[in-house]
């Protein structure tokens, strides 16, 4: 294994990898950085933003929940960009990057499934292979995002070693990166692993926050004084974090995944139980035992049950930024039927997470306080687990 100090987020991140992955890491984080400074690249990537994802997505007061609760509370409406979620909004740069990099397949990971849709309907677009590999266990919780994956042209790859479920997705698509480095980019979903994928995915996802910020301002003439998102992996989280950072009367609080108790694989809250250790190539808040081993975990929410953090959540959470706390799953589940019947709106089940935490917040602020959830996903791909009530 080698360390180089890169990608740093206080003592968290960098890029912790077998020495076959060293030069192709070192590849994508020259192509991003030209990519950055690129007037081309990024008129393309707004351009790909605009008239495929549709942004920008809206901001929206849900009036009869705010009257319900006694605050305010705006929804930024990832549901609504194309595929469902805020997931598309990465995939789009990073295979633009992959075509500019004159990659002609792609590889990447998915739990609930989001990620993977988005990434088979932007490989889809651009005419590249596609691979996707996904828990076993999500394949059977997330069935119409599998089939979305098939119709898309994308092969589905079933994991069935370990838990079955995320982290192991990631185990199987790095595998499948270093076999084939040549002619492969590994899309990654979220703000984890090596450096530069933290960063990169993060500056992908910034479009949320930049968008939410100018629209918070023209609404209510004034920032919100709480954001609210889910955290899995944190890529929605930091994304809309991200352009508040330097507002200090703004606070955040990312919302981990409490699942059925606070025993060690109950739930996949690394800020509950987590110590700092190295996974999947970064240094973060793991889930592990006294001897490193990983810990399974659980959540209700395929795209929350994973055993790490991303690396700028963890330095966020040190440095006293951001506070963290847990929703259940039964929280998750009401606050799926309170949004879906007060608003008309299906959530995520991981966005249902952050909506959990927000109606709890809610009773214990000022009347006149706003508040700003990420909605981060559509609950469609959630219809079965929610109707049969499962744990």
């Known amino acids: 294994m080698r360390n180089v100090s890169a990608g740093r987020f206080g003592n968290f991140g960098g890029r912790f990898v077998p020495e076959t992955l060293m030069q192709p890491l070192l590849d994508l984080e020259e192509a991003y950085q030209e990519a950055q400074g690129d007037k081309i690249f990024q008129d393309d990537l707004k351009r790909h933003l605009r008239d495929f994802v549709g942004r920008e997505t809206p901001l929206y007061l849900a009036e009869r929940l705010s009257h319900d609760l006694g605050v305010k509370i705006y929804l930024k409406r990832e549901d609504l ?142 920032l919100p004084d709480e954001l609210i998102a889910c955290v899995g992996g944190g890529s929605n989280a930091i994304g809309l974090f991200s352009a508040f950072l330097k507002d200090q009367s703004v606070q955040m609080t990312g919302v981990e995944a409490g699942g059925r108790g606070s025993a060690i694989g109950d739930h996949a809250a690394r800020f509950l139980s987590g110590s700092i250790g190295v996974f999947q190539g970064t240094q973060t808040y793991v889930l592990q035992n006294s001897d490193g081993q990983i810990c399974t975990t659980h959540s209700i929410s395929a795209g929350l049950d994973y055993a790490a953090v991303g690396p700028e959540h963890a330095f966020l959470k040190e440095c006293g930024r951001v506070r963290f706390a847990t929703a259940s799953d039964h929280e998750a589940l009401a606050a799926f039927e309170k949004l879906s019947r007060t608003e008309g709106i299906l959530p995520a089940l991981e966005s249902s997470h952050a909506l959990a935490y927000a109606f709890r917040r809610a009773k214990n602020i000022q009347p006149a306080s706003l508040l700003l959830v990420n909605l981060s996903g559509r609950g469609d791909k959630d219809l079965d687990i929610v109707e049969s009530g499962r744990i």
Not at 131 to 145: H, L
Request: hydrophobic share 40%.
């Open 81 to 222: 960009a194309h595929t469902g979620a805020h997931k598309i909004n990465n995939a789009l740069g990073q295979i633009l990057l992959a075509v500019r990099m004159g990659k002609k397949r792609i590889v990447a990971e998915t739990g609930a499934g989001q990620h993977g849709v988005a990434t088979a309907a932007v490989a889809a677009k651009f005419g590249l292979e596609c691979v996707v590999y996904m828990g076993q266990e999500d394949m059977q919780r997330q069935q119409a995002n599998v089939k979305r994956m098939h119709l898309l042209g994308a092969k589905v790859v079933a994991v069935e070693t370990g838990s079955a479920t995320l982290k192991d997705a990631v185990s199987e698509a790095m595998r499948d990166w270093v076999t084939h480095v040549g002619h492969t980019h590994y899309l990654l979903g979220s703000a984890l692993g090596p450096h530069p994928y933290p960063t990169m995915v993060r500056d992908f996802q910034t479009v949320i926050g930049n968008e939410a910020r100018e629209q918070i301002l023209a609404h209510e003439g004034r």
